[in-house]
T-cell receptor, first 113, second 114 residues
């Protein structure tokens, strides 16, 4: 079946530190991969996406590369800010027309000044 | 414009009440979704509509009744809910059901059942 596994949180970093949030997946076929961010009290915002192997998604200093050989889509940012504190969800959409979005459990990031 | 709007923002209802949640998008998307999210958990898919027809019902209890009156609007009618139904209800839309399309989420309705 399809599933997404994220590193457990919370992740606590100082401002300007380097961020990595690990995400691995299990899927048949060729899924598309996404990172969403949820700020406190808000809905989910699409952060970035990749639709095929070796694609790199990037947005607002965040980036992630679709690695089919390691079935991974790790999120990275070179220098985090306090405003990046949020919950980050890795997700996959299976190939085909199911419309389903499979989420990981989410990773809470806390950035301290 | 990549906005999905949801009303109301907050809703408190008793177990005997009937209420409705509303979701709207004007991006021309043909697929719309309802999710339920409990605290510190990922969203759980409830319903999927494609071209105004129900495509997926994830075995949701009948006290939740979705409706898609037109391609821009999605409602969720609530009746005889239980306290465990208290959650954040998120609406989303996408251009279609194909795997490459991202879903755009609204801000959610925070529902409390008393």
């Amino acid at each position: 079946g399809n599933s997404v596994t994220q590193m457990e949180g919370p992740v606590t970093l100082s401002e300007e530190a380097f961020l990595t949030i690990n995400c691995t997946y299990t899927a048949t076929g060729y899924p598309s991969l996404f990172w969403y961010v949820q700020y406190p009290g808000e809905g989910l915002q699409l952060l970035l996406k990749a639709t095929k192997a070796d694609d790199k998604g990037s947005n607002k200093g965040f980036e992630a590369t679709y690695r089919k050989e390691t079935t991974s889509f790790h999120l990275e940012k070179g220098s985090v800010q306090v405003s990046d504190s949020a919950v980050y969800f890795c997700a996959l959409r299976p190939s085909g027309n199911t419309g389903k979005l499979i989420f990981g459990q989410g990773t809470t990031l806390q950035v301290k000044p | 414009d990549t906005e999905v709007t949801q009303t109301p923002k907050h809703l408190v209802m008793g177990m005997t009440n009937k209420k409705s949640l509303k979701c709207e998008q004007h991006m021309g998307h043909r697929a719309m979704y309802w999710y339920k999210q409990k605290a510190k958990k990922p969203p759980e898919l409830m319903f999927v509509y494609s071209y105004e027809k129900l495509s997926i019902n994830e075995s949701v209890p009948s006290r939740f009744s979705p409706e898609c009156p037109n391609s821009s609007l999605l409602n969720l009618h609530l009746h005889a809910l239980q306290p465990e139904d208290s959650a954040l209800y998120l609406c989303a839309s996408s251009p279609g059901l194909a795997g490459g399309y991202e879903q755009y989420f609204g801000p959610g309705t925070r529902l409390t059942v008393t």
